[in-house]
């Protein structure tokens, strides 16, 4: 169900009603009142906006569409009689009838206003004209806009009253029948009149009315005279007034007594659990206009959206709109055909598009394989047969019985693709104190291209199974650098029959022997 809030400002108090509403069910969630001494005005609507903001935080109240009903001392009332005339052509006779009967500037005013259902004898129509001050309208917006709410309508607050009463008076007035309304409020309140859902009177309660029963009751009979002066012929059958009804003697008992009409109490906020104390009287036209947003989604009266004007039909429109038709229909088969062969067009640029995109995967994927191709062309340069290496370094050692490589290590040359090194080389290893075989070796690797800087005495290193007794100095050869060849350059063999190594025994002499290449890890 749609939710709304209602307010009214009476006479230094403020009525918020929240409800939701749908096909004329209004269910009221919550009813607050507090005191404001001013109404929302130019000068203070944003600030009064902001406190009503802080009201519906405290109370837990979610922003929704905002009502406001106004009492009869903001708004200007006429009772005009017009012509039959076509609706289109009604409010500008309204405005031109109350532009006669208002002395306030129309320029100044927001004018809306509600028609009888039924013609008077002569034929013509009975308006109920409301006029309010464009800057009372503004200062509305401008509170609604200060409250983070949207306005949804300003409507009189007799028309909420009489849409109250109607919702929860027991027993309901007759639909034809004359009746008044009593609402009292803290400090103000009004006083309505009505035959069915036309309003014929509507008074506001002096300040002195409310001060004692006996002034209240002089009040209710004098406009009830004004009333009957203006149309004896249909008397007022009915007084309702708006408060809580229960066992506590109200404003209704007290009149019942005193006046010649049968008065009844109703409650406005029927069958809500948490009421604020006080009247409710004040209550009326918040919840009087969430049962008229609840019936219809026009409200009687609202200086919001008021009924303006509007251009004559045309008596040559049925032929205008079958033109139209057929030029609709003119363009559409147009518009077809050229929709068919744009259709074609963009099937056709579709197909490129794909054989475009075919073509450019396809020659991702070879710029791909072009990539893997020569980084594997620039890894087979770099490539060692390191098996080949190792047993051409084991060719070339010198003797075995004399020289001992404990350790190898490789790691890649860092210009291996485009220099004349493939990968750098260590050696490690125990010599005896004869220097010849690493002599030897540097020479055999100098002269099988091998880059070495040199071999250097070495300490701090220890190897199992080496006897130190007989390899007494420790050697290193660090970054050697090792040459590209190509598998057919590897041609050394190795001799058929090598040294026994060390540790071996003859079979002549039963003595150790020093290993000799076979010896290298």
Known sequence: MPRYLALDWDAGHVYLVDANVAKGVVKIDQALSWPEEQPPAAGNAAAFGERLKNRLKDAGIAPAPLLVAVGRERVIVKDVKIPAVPPHEEPAVVRFQAMKELTEAVEDLVIDYATADVPEPSGEKKAFVAALKREQVAAARTMAQAAGLKIAGITPRAFGAIAALRRTAQPAPEPATAFAVLCVGEKGGEFVVARGEQIALVRQLSAAARTTDAALVGEIRRNLAVYAGQAGQQPVRALYVAEATGPTMGVADRLRDTLAVPVYAFDPLSGLADVPPGPR???????GLLHLRARSAELPINFVQPREPKPPRDPNRRALTWAAGIAAGVVLLLGGIGYLRLSS???RVKELEAE??????????????DQKNKALDDWLKTDIVWLDELY???????????????KLATKPHPNAVRGKFAAYMDL????????????????ALDNDGYAIA???PKSGSTARGVNRLIFRQQWGANSIGVPKRQPAE???KLATKSPPAIGEKTAERGEEKTAGPGGAP
């Open 428 to 443: 490690e290893g125990f010599a005896t104190l004869d220097n010849k075989p690493l002599t030897d070796l540097r020479a």
């Open 356 to 369: 475009k995109k075919w073509a450019q995967e396809q020659n991702e994927l070879l710029a791909k394989d």
């Open 392 to 406: 051409d370094l084991t060719s070339i050692w010198p003797d075995g019985n004399k020289l001992l490589l404990t």
């Open 454 to 456: 040199g071999i250097l």
């Open 281 to 287: 009287g004040g209550f009326v036209g918040p919840a």
């Open 345 to 347: 067009q963009e099937r």
């Open 490 to 492: 590897y041609t050394r």
